[in-house]
């Protein structure tokens, strides 16, 4: 049988789920972030897919098949 998560790191699981729920609780509400600051999310989201978009270059025609184990 395989093992895929050990005691301790469902524990740090737990104790992490735990925070998400109980921790809006306890803190204080926080102001809404400047707007110039919401864009970099935005930014970045849109130069990830113009690259994943964009044609590789004359170099990534040559592909290197190895079968080596």
Do not use: H, K, T, Y
């Amino acid at each position: 049988m395989v093992q895929c998560m050990s005691l301790g790191s469902a524990l740090v699981l737990a104790c992490l789920a735990l925070s998400l729920v109980v921790l809006p609780l306890i803190l204080p509400p926080l102001p809404p972030p400047p707007l110039m600051l919401l864009f970099f999310p935005v930014g970045i989201m849109a130069a990830l897919v113009f690259l994943a978009f964009s044609p590789a270059g004359p170099e990534a025609r040559n592909v290197v098949i190895s079968n080596a184990v």
